[in-house]
Structures are given as C-alpha cells and as structure tokens.
C-alpha cells in the first residue's frame, strides 16, 4: 500500500491546499493530511477548527485521512503513522530553496527511510496563499473569499460571524 504524508498548518486551508491534496490522493492509496501548528508563525484560527477545515475540504476523497499533529518533528510522525513519503507543494521557485532544505534535513533524521515530492502550484492556484485567503476574509466579502477557500470552507468562516472576526482579528 502507497501511503503519504502532507502536513501544513491549513490556516485557512485553500484551493491550492485542495489541488496538491487531490493530486496526491490519485498518486497514492492512503494521504494522511495532517494540521500543525507552526512555531513560527502566529495562527489565525485554533488547530482543531483548521482540521475541521481540512476535513470539510476533502469529505469528498475516500482515501484521504485528516488528523491533527502534535509538536514533534514531522519525520517521526511519518515514521509513526508508517508514511514513506511526504508530500510538499511549489508556489514559486523561491520556495524551492527552503522545501529542499526542509526535505535533506528531514532525509538525514529520517535515514533517508522518508523521502520528499513536490507538486508544482497550478498556474490559477499560484496566487492563492492563507495569508491572503486571511486578509480577503479579514476586510473583503464573502464572495471575494470564494476565490480563495472551497464553498464549504467558505460558509465556515462565514458562520464565525463578526464577534469572531473582531475575536480572531482584534
């Protein structure tokens, strides 16, 4: 069985999130979709809401497991959960650099038993990114924000309503 691991923080997840977990789903047998939390960014909204996200998008692929990651280096959760391969998107070149530094660095503390692929952006989703998808629900409308976040995800963040909006946003 062909089992990967795509991880991101998913804050929000967006239609380039969908595109590279919809390609990889067709690639393997299993994608397991996994929510972080990143150190080093400040997240908008909290874990559990963001794979509660994630799992809304992909209720349409049977074969795509979402759960939520604890703070551990992602190589040991993919050795835990028996993931050989980790899945990575491209936006720009000027991703290039850090993913491959992010994927020799996890072949080293893996022993090269993970390895990386990436899945170049398509040229509509090259745009798109979760801090926009964040700044058009932060001040645009929700019609604006279909551009960015599948329907459901969408109606998700629109049923936060405005006190979580002025919650989340300040």
């Not at 994630?54 to 551990?72: I, K, P, S, Y």
């Not at 850090?98 to 022993?111: G, I, Q, S």
């Not at 279909?146 to 405005?162: D, H, K, R, S």
């Amino acid at each position: 069985m062909r089992k990967a691991l795509y991880a991101g923080s998913f804050d929000p997840v967006t239609f380039g999130h969908l595109d590279v977990i919809e390609r990889a789903a067709k690639d393997f047998d299993e994608l397991v979709v996994v929510v972080m939390n990143n150190p080093d960014k400040q997240h908008q909204f909290q874990q559990i809401f963001r794979t509660k996200m994630v799992m809304v998008a992909t209720q349409h692929l049977e074969n795509v497991d979402v759960r939520m990651g604890e703070a551990r280096l992602l190589v040991d959760i993919a050795k835990m959960w028996e993931c050989p391969t980790l899945v990575r998107g491209l936006r720009f070149v000027s991703d290039l650099e850090a993913e491959l530094n992010f994927a020799l660095n996890n072949d080293v503390l893996a022993k090269t038993e993970i390895h990386t692929i990436w899945y170049p952006a398509r040229q509509q989703n090259i745009h798109i990114s979760s801090s926009a998808a964040r700044q058009v629900y932060k001040y645009g409308s929700w019609e604006d924000l279909q551009m960015y976040v599948p329907l459901t995800v969408a109606n998700m963040l629109e049923f936060c309503g405005q006190e979580e909006k002025e919650t989340l946003f300040g």
